[in-house]
């Protein structure tokens, strides 16, 4: 019932984001806004599981094909396409979800979410993936760290491997999305308690699996 009335917002709908709505919608959620700007390319394919090649060919844009996508899965959940880049000019709309689910590419957009949710008091659920690894965290504002609890600044340009880089295996992202999917089921569920209590590190080519606490 809880799952039923809630609302998700999640940011990005590529490949955490496409897995993340997937499971969402598919538990349950009663209703789940998708903000994405870009258009289903081929490349995408590899690691963005609800699309196929004739969403690529219709030329769509990524949140109005996987709203169409999971209609046609659950169609009891509300299900809003918003073709868009959140910055601060549009952000104030994160202030009436239950949960805010993070499924961008770069800091300088989880940064604004992340200053966003903390004003708002609103929950959200970090999550990064690049190579073979990844990083996901809950974050209950006034109760939990934050993102600039572990990061204060912006990574300096060209610091850190990007996917662009360093490429980026389908089945960490796998992983990665399915993670923060169920951090956002804690949350909207009720179960605050069963959050992971930190950053939690995962390796799949490494199988590394850690959790790091944040002050």
Same mark, same amino acid.
């Given at each position: 019932r809880r799952l039923g009335a809630a609302r998700a917002t999640l940011i990005g709908c590529g490949a955490l984001g496409s897995t993340i709505a997937n499971l969402l919608v598919r538990a349950g959620v009663g209703r789940l806004r998708i903000v994405d700007r870009d258009f289903v390319e081929l490349d995408n394919l590899q690691r963005q599981v609800?699309?196929?090649?004739?969403?690529v060919k219709a030329a769509l844009p990524k949140a109005v094909a996987?709203?169409?996508k999971l209609r046609r899965v659950n169609s009891s959940v509300v299900v809003e396409p918003v073709v868009a880049d959140v910055t601060w000019a549009n952000v104030e709309a994160l202030s009436d979800a239950d949960c805010v689910l993070?499924?961008?590419?770069?800091f300088e957009t989880r940064f604004v979410l992340n200053d966003a949710c903390v004003k708002f008091g609103r929950?959200? $659920?970090?999550?990064?993936?690049v190579g073979s690894y990844g990083?996901? =965290?809950?974050?209950?504002p006034g109760e939990t760290a934050c993102l600039?609890?572990?990061?204060p600044d912006l990574p300096q340009p060209g610091s850190s491997p990007t996917c662009d880089t360093a490429g980026v295996l389908n089945t960490a992202v796998g992983i $990665?999305?399915?993670l923060?999917?169920?951090?956002?089921?804690?949350? =909207?569920?009720?179960?605050?308690?069963?959050l992971a209590p930190g950053l939690t590190i995962v390796d799949v080519w490494a199988n590394s699996w850690q959790t790091m606490k944040i002050p």
């Amino acid at each position: 019932r809880r799952l039923g009335a809630a609302r998700a917002t999640l940011i990005g709908c590529g490949a955490l984001g496409s897995t993340i709505a997937n499971l969402l919608v598919r538990a349950g959620v009663g209703r789940l806004r998708i903000v994405d700007r870009d258009f289903v390319e081929l490349d995408n394919l590899q690691r963005q599981v609800l699309f196929d090649e004739e969403d690529v060919k219709a030329a769509l844009p990524k949140a109005v094909a996987a709203a169409a996508k999971l209609r046609r899965v659950n169609s009891s959940v509300v299900v809003e396409p918003v073709v868009a880049d959140v910055t601060w000019a549009n952000v104030e709309a994160l202030s009436d979800a239950d949960c805010v689910l993070d499924g961008t590419d770069n800091f300088e957009t989880r940064f604004v979410l992340n200053d966003a949710c903390v004003k708002f008091g609103r929950p959200w $659920v970090y999550g990064g993936c690049v190579g073979s690894y990844g990083m996901v =965290l809950p974050v209950l504002p006034g109760e939990t760290a934050c993102l600039r609890c572990w990061l204060p600044d912006l990574p300096q340009p060209g610091s850190s491997p990007t996917c662009d880089t360093a490429g980026v295996l389908n089945t960490a992202v796998g992983i $990665v999305a399915t993670l923060q999917a169920n951090e956002a089921i804690k949350i =909207l569920a009720g179960k605050r308690d069963a959050l992971a209590p930190g950053l939690t590190i995962v390796d799949v080519w490494a199988n590394s699996w850690q959790t790091m606490k944040i002050p």
